[in-house]
């Protein structure tokens, strides 16, 4: 299994597009990309937008080669929903967040739009719903969750779906939005995969500068098994001072390690978002 992060919040974009090889198949889980309307009053700077076009030719072209994709929630950073971009779904076998279930009602309306007016249901190979199920594609396991909060227990923000894919003894999960498992629900569940690579979002410390890291964050990462590899990001790295809080994280285990998606690729980090009014700052001190 080879697993490869396209795009990620460390990368300068909102998204978690992973891509991952098996013997059964090409899997592309969250193969979306998007930027925060507003921060800090401010819309988004010419170098985020660059940096969107960049991801999202990547992802489309991505997404025409691979066997299937994953949608784990429908927010707008995790899956193609332009005008066009259903065309990308064309004979694709889609394991998708059940839309008719466990769904708040902005997510609801957006999956209609995607599976029904935009056509998806009828351009793709197959649609299917895989809130808790489990499936084996060519001798590789890959096991949804039941919907787990997206960030605290009762958010009014809906539910997603983690994805476990086993291979040769070597399992991934994706956890996609359980903004560092500030739920139980998502701990318990997460702590139960023994993944030897778990990639999640971060809790959002950027909503206060006296946001810490939950006290679920710090137990998820005292149960990971020895020798693994948590990647950390998403809302995580919209906040400035999140490496104060990645070191917090590094710290409890020596045998374990933590990274930003960036990281783990080898890139550096760009928090674009983060500074977004530092790059409005600079170009208007250019023009001067």
Request: charged fraction near 30%; proline fraction near 5%; charge should be positive.
């Amino acid at each position: 299994m080879k697993v490869k992060f396209i795009s990620f919040d460390s990368m300068g974009v909102r998204s978690m597009a992973t891509l991952v090889e098996t013997t059964g198949g090409t899997f592309f889980i969250d193969p979306g990309a998007a930027l925060a309307p507003r921060r800090y009053g401010l819309p988004p700077h010419e170098e985020e937008l660059e940096a969107l076009e960049r991801f999202l030719g990547e992802i489309r072209e991505r997404t025409r080669e691979v066997d299937y994709l994953v949608i784990t929630h429908y927010h707008r950073d995790h899956y193609l929903y332009r005008n066009g971009e259903e065309e990308y779904y064309r004979g694709k076998l889609i394991y998708a967040k059940n839309p008719y279930a466990q769904i708040n009602p902005s997510q609801r309306v957006r999956a209609y739009t995607l599976f029904k007016k935009m056509g998806v249901s009828f351009l793709a190979k197959r649609v299917l719903y895989a809130d808790g199920s489990t499936f084996t594609v060519d001798g590789v396991r890959v096991e949804f969750s039941p919907p787990l909060p997206h960030g605290e227990c009762g958010t009014k923000l809906g539910w997603v779906i983690a994805v476990t894919m086993m291979e040769d003894d070597y399992v991934f999960t994706h956890a996609s939005d359980t903004q560092g498992c500030m739920c139980s629900e998502s701990l318990n569940y997460l702590g139960r995969r023994m993944a030897d690579l778990l990639v999640i979002s971060g809790p959002p410390t950027y909503f206060s500068p006296r946001y810490e890291v939950p006290e679920n964050t710090i137990k998820l990462v005292k149960s990971l098994k020895e020798g693994s590899t948590i990647v950390i990001d998403h809302h995580f790295l919209r906040d400035r001072n999140y490496i104060k809080h990645m070191e917090r994280l590094k710290n409890l285990r020596k045998d374990v390690k933590v990274l930003t998606a960036a990281e783990y690729m080898g890139f550096e980090v760009r928090q674009l978002e983060a500074y977004r009014d530092a790059l409005w700052g600079a170009r208007k001190h250019e023009k001067r």
